[in-house]
């Protein structure tokens, strides 16, 4: 097991330009969760996968954010035209192994982060 | 989600006990008690979380109070590894969700 991954670990693009990021989740968690985290703040919730399904989405995902999560393994997060509001960084988390009932007890494993600066 | 709060900062001296508190007056019976924590430039990390009774693992103790409107974690002996940022988070299971809710945190320094 060797944890959450994320790609890339830095990204600096110009305002109006398309990025998009990649989650590598713990292999056996079913569940996949994005967040955004500006400085001096908590990360807050943007969306969450169970497999491949798209269960939530925050008011905070505009229609410029769309994320992925074919076949239910990694996911991706695409920003279209963005703006120097966008600067973050972006956490990817999975938790609740395959297999296993839902609940509330089960921990989320935090990837290292994508941080993405918008001049 | 119910909120929490918690002070803005702590200071510790290296190896000794610190107490991190959080308020959770609004909890509900369904709600789980969690505890991340967030080391500079990494993402948050799993520290520990209860329902009713105190609990033990390997990296700290939670402490919670026998009306659930607060809880304590506390960390045995605190080392320089433990300067980070605290996170108490109250998770649902009523739901189906299990988002996390984040506040802005305790900074904790540990002096050496």
């Known amino acids: 097991d060797t944890g959450v991954s994320q790609n890339p670990r830095h990204k600096i693009t110009k305002r109006g330009q398309n990025v998009t990021f990649r989650c590598d989740p713990i292999?056996?968690?079913?569940?996949l969760y994005w967040y955004r985290q500006t400085l001096g703040q908590g990360p807050e919730f943007l969306t969450y996968?169970?497999?491949?399904?798209?269960?939530?989405k925050s008011r905070l995902l505009s229609d410029r954010f769309s994320a992925e999560r074919p076949k239910g393994s990694f996911s991706t997060l695409e920003i279209q035209r963005t703006e120097q509001g966008d600067s973050a960084m972006y956490l990817c988390a999975s938790s609740q192994p395959r297999g296993r009932g839902t609940g509330a007890s089960y921990e989320q494993y935090f990837g290292p982060g994508t941080r993405l600066t918008v001049t | 989600d119910a909120k929490t709060t918690q002070p803005n900062s702590m200071e510790s001296n290296e190896e000794e006990p610190v107490h991190l508190p959080c308020n959770h007056s609004t909890i509900s019976g369904t709600d789980y008690i969690h505890w991340y924590r967030q080391l500079p430039s990494q993402g948050p990390e799993y520290v520990i979380h209860?329902?009713?009774s105190n609990v033990n693992n390997r990296m700290a103790s939670l402490a919670i109070a026998e009306d659930r409107k607060s809880s304590t974690l506390i960390l045995h002996r605190a080392t320089l590894r433990d300067a980070a940022v605290y996170y108490c988070i109250l998770k649902d299971s009523g739901g189906s969700n299990y988002k996390l809710t984040f506040g802005k945190g305790t900074l904790l320094t540990v002096n050496p």
């Open positions: 996968f169970q497999n491949e399904a798209q269960l939530e």
């Open positions: 209860g329902l009713t």
């Open positions: 292999s056996e968690h079913n569940r």
